[in-house]
């Protein structure tokens, strides 16, 4: 893998705020600040992890590339293949005009149980996207629907049941079937198998990478899981209290594990091997809240090496090398706790 | 031992599931515990057989309501007139029957508009918000808060006793609570994951929040209308016996009712008004058991 | 005292008899809790575990009962049947906090939003011990503090909205530790929670079972927690115990179809990019409509004829149980 790839998603300053309101005339009285500044480039083809702890931003940034949530600053620009599409800055666009770029970008959610209509059966709930972009015929709606299902592993016919006839599994497969239907180039994976029993769970992670294989897709694939993302992602972004603290190449974060937080992260994850027991890092107290985060470096209350410039400068994502490849950290003292690691 | 008739139970459903004899439950679960639930299915009949003899009157009685006898004036139930006649000899059983026709087009009738109104308001703004929300919900709280019977009284001196104008208070008095109930479910529904999805295709406003949302916040509204509609066909009937509601000359359960004000009639006819009472209170306890079964029925939280 | 046994279940068949149909929840299970150490049921969504835990603290839903079996507390004046106890009487409600105590795996949903941390604390010592109010308040404070709840005085005095999710699984921990049970059961108690406050907890429940003693049976789905915490290991597929035995029998020489693939469908952190993992075909099955027999067999790739009736339980080793007809088949292919 080159490091000169071509890039899909362009993410720069990205900020998302959601405004505190209170009293009768909802005065704003502060922001959540759910992501804070990331900056971020999305290769074509790539699967890019985003992991962290619940509350540090990763949910909100997924939908903000969707424009499910609208950020309050900065960019995103996508950029279509070879060159066709130009690029865009799509925090600029209005609604109408990003029905376009919709077609290229979609998601797969967590809860296999809220995310089908149950109302509708599975044909009802997957047809109103293809009407949208343009298959008129009813004919043709339920052959490619009928086509998708099989994609995924699922038989033609099921679309004519409702979605309580269908197991947690297989309500996923359709979940990915319908971010499938308008056949995108980038799927964001909203914790995707985190709600799937373990044996399920394997499936649709295998499920996942045929398809990115077959379809040339590339994935965003945000969970708290570590071990999924040590198997199925290239890169992966640790993200805390709203910013990347450390993004790098899979084998290279577990390898090199520079953040503290990361190191922390990793430790604290149980291992279903009696073989690999590390020495857990066990941290004290919780993650801040985003409303008032600490100056400087977000996790400097909580950090084991935390010295006097990280209460006060917050710092910048930094290119290093390891293993002579790029990775990218945010820390002061980084040289210090490469040695400690 | 007080479980002993639940343990029977029990051993009962055991034995038929280890023979096999149990199928996979199939259809509505909703259908299947309404159709469970006795005092619901009891609301049924009794609510069908009003609607129906309402509907056809003049196959079940040669009488019209209107008709003045004057020599059959204040007669007691006989073959001929079933529930006997009024004061200008009507026939009460037929002034029931047809009376039945208005006073069930008036509950029913401004409980579905209001529906549709409340609904189709609580909808649209509890999906979008904002400031759209806000205004709705100040506008429903207005409304809610003028009191129906002064509503009336002023409508009523400024426009004339009419049908019409007694179903536009009930719409207006009535809207704000199926407004707010529309909302309440729309702003739980609207976090749903299949709502994202859609969103994230670019699937218009209206075309979420009425096709695919509402169908999943029906049970519940269709509660709200039945009991609305009980609560509307007693607030006729009150309001018909003070004359304040449908003009006297069309026959309503409250108009029929209205005669019981003299106090010879209380005493001495009972069959002017014993009748009618009785129909008035066994419909809108029917229409109360269905409500109260709908609710059990689409509840997803009680099993049984 | 560390391995004496304090509670034993024995051939437990728990049934719901929920929407007319009989389901068989759990179907003959039999394991010991002992004291000092940590027991883990494992098993995915649907196999039982937590009606299992529920049976125990008799807190099942009222279209439910125990149909065969026992469960016995060993308690120290003598054993007590638990099964034969009344749901909600007051010999149930004795043991449940002051003998054996549960945690629940939702933190956020199973404290009291109007009433203080310490007063819920203090209200299970009201029940269950006779110290007078300010020794009752003591306590408390000690209780939070043992729990790693920094500024224990202040903390007693406010309410669960102002913990985080991690605090009020401790200060459930605290209350369910008040009355010094012998028994702790804790179903998914981390599930809801963060890694690094996982660790946390986990560095708790570690301290409780070598300073007080304390059995402890942990519901979980994650086989990491397993090889984390367990001494013991019972693995259950739809309400059987397919596998038992010591955790070094379980996660080194394990023997039942189901709990090999289990293991194998878990992408393990430090394995690398390239492993292999295999998932378990199919899904499990719909309750109301089990296959005959062994409950895996329609899932397993070594299923035969013989599979269509139910295996016995059969010893391996004194500490390692397994129910398969083909066990030894299989784990020649090693």
New interface residues.
């Given amino acids: 893998m080159t490091e000169s790839r071509d890039v899909i998603l362009q993410l720069r300053d990205l900020k998302t705020y959601f405004a505190l309101r209170q009293g009768v005339f909802q005065r704003v009285t502060g922001f959540v600040k759910a992501v804070d500044g990331i900056n971020l480039d999305i290769y074509r083809g790539e699967v890019l992890g985003l992991v962290g702890?619940?509350g540090c931003g990763k949910t909100t940034l997924g939908k903000s590339i969707l424009q499910l949530i609208r950020p309050t600053a900065g960019e995103i620009t996508y950029h279509g293949a070879d060159g066709t599409d130009g690029a865009v800055d799509m925090c600029c666009l209005s609604d109408a005009e990003m029905v376009a770029y919709r077609k290229k970008l979609q998601i797969v959610f967590q809860d296999p149980h809220s995310s089908l209509n149950p109302a509708f059966t599975i044909f009802g709930s997957l047809q109103d996207p293809l009407k949208k972009y343009g298959v008129k015929s009813k004919k043709e709606r339920r052959k490619i629907i009928g086509d998708l299902l099989e994609a995924v592993n699922l038989q033609r016919d099921y679309m004519d049941r409702y979605p309580h006839e269908f197991?947690?599994?297989?309500r996923q497969r359709i979940g990915i079937a319908r971010a499938l239907s308008v056949e995108p180039e980038l799927i964001v994976c909203d914790e995707a198998v985190s709600a799937l029993?373990?044996?399920?769970?394997?499936?649709v992670?295998?499920l996942l990478m045929d398809l990115k294989k077959k379809r040339n897709l590339t994935y965003i694939f945000i969970t708290?899981d570590?071990?999924?993302t040590?198997?199925?992602c290239d890169r992966i972004a640790v993200m805390y209290l709203g910013r990347i603290v450390e993004l790098a190449h899979?084998?290279d974060l577990?390898e090199h594990r520079l953040h503290p937080y990361t190191q922390?992260?990793?430790s604290?994850?149980?291992?279903?091997?009696?073989d690999?027991?590390t020495k857990?890092i066990?941290?004290?107290g919780?993650?801040p809240s985003p409303i008032n985060p600490p100056s400087g470096c977000p996790f400097h209350p909580r950090c084991r090496f935390a010295k006097d410039i990280c209460s006060t400068e917050v710092p910048a994502l930094r290119k290093v090398v390891t293993g002579g490849k790029e990775h990218h950290v945010s820390c002061h003292l980084v040289d210090d706790t490469v040695t400690a690691a | 031992m007080a479980n002993s008739a639940?343990?029977r139970?029990?051993d009962r459903?055991?034995a038929?599931?280890?023979a096999g004899e149990?199928k996979?439950?199939t259809g509505s679960?909703a259908l299947r515990k309404m159709m469970n639930n006795r005092l619901a299915m009891v609301g049924v009949v009794i609510f069908l057989i009003i609607l129906l003899s309402a509907i056809f009157a003049p196959l079940l009685t040669a009488h019209s309501p209107t008709k003045i006898d004057l020599r059959s004036m204040l007669q007691s139930p006989s073959g001929e007139h079933w529930f006997g006649t009024d004061k200008t000899g009507r026939d009460v059983f037929a002034r029931v029957l047809y009376g039945g026709r208005v006073s069930i087009l008036v509950g029913l009738g401004s409980a579905l508009l209001a529906a549709l109104i409340g609904v189709g308001v609580g909808c649209y703004t509890g999906y979008k918000g904002g400031i759209l929300d806000v205004i709705a919900l100040r506008v429903s709280e207005i409304f809610m808060s003028f009191p129906q019977i002064i509503l009336v009284l002023l409508l009523v001196s400024i426009a004339g006793q009419s049908l019409a104008n007694l179903i536009v208070i009930f719409v207006l008095t009535g809207w704000g609570g199926m407004y707010r109930l529309a909302r309440a479910r729309m702003l739980s529904l609207r976090e749903e994951e299949y709502v994202q999805a859609l969103r994230s295709f670019g699937i218009s406003t209206p075309m979420i929040c009425y096709k695919h949302i509402l169908p999943n916040a029906l049970g519940p509204i269709m509660v709200n209308i039945t009991l609305t509609t009980a609560m509307f066909i007693l607030a006729e009937a009150g309001l018909s016996f003070l004359g304040l509601g449908v003009p006297l000359n069309i026959p309503t359960w409250g108009n029929i009712l209205n005669v019981a004000k003299d106090l010879r009639v209380l005493q001495n006819n009972w069959w002017m008004w014993l009748p009618v009472g009785m129909v008035i209170s066994l419909f809108v306890l029917s229409v109360n058991f269905i409500g109260d079964g709908l609710r059990d029925s689409t509840d997803p939280s009680q099993?049984? | 005292m560390t391995g004496e046994v304090a509670l034993s279940v024995k051939n437990l068949k728990t049934?719901f008899?929920?929407?007319?149909?009989?389901n068989k929840a759990v179907n003959g299970v039999s394991f010991d809790i002992k004291k000092g150490r940590t027991l883990c049921v494992v098993g995915?969504?649907g196999c039982g575990k937590s009606v299992t835990a529920s049976t125990i603290m008799q807190l099942l839903?009222?279209?439910s009962?125990i149909?065969e079996g026992s469960i016995t507390y060993h308690a120290e004046a003598g054993d007590i049947r638990i099964d034969q106890l009344d749901r909600d009487g007051k010999e149930m409600r004795r043991i449940r906090g002051s003998e054996i105590a549960m945690i629940f795996q939702d933190p956020m949903t199973a404290l009291n939003p109007v009433y203080t941390i310490g007063f819920q604390i203090g209200e299970s010592l009201k029940y269950h011990t006779d110290l007078s109010a300010k020794a009752r308040h003591a306590k408390v404070v000690d209780l939070l503090a043992n729990m790693g709840i920094p500024e224990p005085e202040r903390r007693a005095k406010e309410y669960p909205h102002k913990y985080?999710?991690?605090?009020r699984q401790r200060a459930l921990i605290a209350m369910a530790m008040s009355c010094n049970p012998k028994i702790l059961i804790a179903d998914e108690p981390t599930t809801a929670l963060?890694?690094?406050?996982?660790?946390?907890i986990?560095?708790l429940m570690d301290e409780l079972k070598e300073q007080h003693g304390t059995a402890i049976m942990l519901i979980t789905?994650?086989?990491?927690?397993?090889?984390?915490?367990a001494d013991e290991v019972i693995v259950m597929y739809m309400g059987n115990i397919v596998e038992a035995g010591t955790?070094?029998d379980i996660?080194?020489r394990p023997k039942h179809p189901y709990t090999r693939?289990?293991?194998d469908?878990?992408?393990?952190?430090?394995?690398?990019?390239n492993?292999d993992?295999?998932?378990?075909?199919g899904?499990?099955p719909?309750p109301?409509?089990r296959p005959k027999g062994c409950q895996f067999s329609p899932r397993c790739d070594f299923a035969t004829e013989t599979c269509s009736a139910m295996p016995d339980e059969e010893y391996i080793t004194e500490t390692h149980r397994v129910s398969c007809h083909h066990y030894k088949d299989i784990s020649q292919h090693d």
């Fill in positions: 702890e619940s197991s947690g599994g297989q029993d373990v044996s399920i769970q394997a499936q992670l295998q708290h570590l071990s999924v040590e198997y199925i899979t084998e577990y922390a992260l990793l604290s994850i149980p291992v279903a091997d009696l690999r027991k857990r066990v941290l004290e919780d993650v | 639940l343990n139970k029990f459903i055991r038929l599931e280890e149990l996979p439950l679960r099993q049984g | 049934f008899y929920t929407n007319n149909r009989c995915e969504s839903p009222s279209l009962r149909e985080s999710g991690g605090m963060d890694v690094t406050i996982q660790a946390q986990f560095r789905h994650d086989m990491g927690v397993v090889a984390e915490l955790v070094d996660l080194r693939a289990l293991l469908s878990i992408p393990v952190l430090g394995r690398g990019r492993q993992i295999k998932s378990i075909r899904a499990t719909d109301y409509q």
